[in-house]
């Protein structure tokens, strides 16, 4: 199976800075990975795919980048509602796994 | 509008059964993968088994596998997961979730709201 890592864990930052949150895969994933934010007592939900494309309605301050076994997503002008927990996913091959988790606040 | 919406939810003992449903709509529902992911409390997401469009293929995770077996109806649009022999360690919010796939590229790019299952002795 494909490890998932993500750094930090927990990142605290204010409104209108840039937050970067990084994720490694264990084995080659090629770009076929996600990110998703997960909202307290909501489902997740997807905000890229493919490493690097956005979902269709997410706002452009999310990018994805990297790509084989480093990727990134990055936040930037962060808004109050961006609070959450996010996580990678690689779809590489199943069983599909998913990194710990990076909770972001916002002061 | 995608909808998955998930039920079954329930308190069991531990060694009991649960039977899971997720209803589609919005979608052509026999043309989708269903993966399943669930959530312990206060825990991330762990993937636990998927079912391809016509239900000739299936995946599953290593904890559940021999436990769990994933059916699905395309004729009224439900994905069914037959839960046995539950242990306390599969106590989580169950989402169900499309798959979205293009070039063999397959993400979950839909979810439903979740149904809660707790296993206790």
């Known amino acids: 199976d494909i490890q998932m890592t993500q750094s930090p864990s927990t990142v605290s930052a204010s409104v209108g800075d840039s937050v970067t949150i990084t994720c490694r895969a264990s084995?080659?994933?090629?770009?076929?990975l996600a990110w998703y934010q997960q909202k307290p007592g909501k489902a997740p939900s997807l905000l890229i795919y493919d490493a690097s494309s956005l979902k269709d309605g997410v706002p452009s301050r999310f990018s994805g980048g990297g790509s084989g076994t480093d990727f990134t997503l990055t936040i930037s002008s962060l808004q109050p509602d961006d609070s959450a927990t996010y996580y990678c996913?690689?779809?590489?091959?199943?069983?599909?796994?998913f990194g710990p988790g990076t909770k972001l606040e916002i002061k | 509008e995608v909808q998955l919406v998930e039920s079954g939810g329930n308190w069991v003992q531990t060694g009991g059964s649960l039977r899971l449903s997720c209803a589609g709509s919005g979608f052509s529902f026999p043309n989708f993968v269903i993966s399943w992911v669930r959530q312990a409390p206060g825990r991330g997401l762990e993937w636990v088994l998927a079912?391809?469009?016509?239900?000739?293929?299936?995946y599953y995770s290593d904890s559940v596998k021999g436990r769990f077996t994933v059916s699905r109806d395309n004729s009224g649009n439900t994905v069914s997961v037959q839960m046995n022999n539950l242990r306390v360690e599969d106590t989580a919010l169950y989402y169900c979730?499309?798959?979205?796939?293009?070039?063999?590229?397959?993400?979950?790019?839909?979810w439903g709201h979740g149904t809660p299952v707790t296993v206790s002795s």
């Open positions: 979730a499309r798959e979205f796939c293009s070039g063999g590229s397959c993400y979950l790019d839909f």
């Open positions: 996913q690689q779809y590489n091959s199943y069983p599909w796994t």
């Open positions: 079912i391809n469009g016509r239900g000739s293929a299936t």
């Open positions: 084995q080659y994933t090629r770009n076929w």
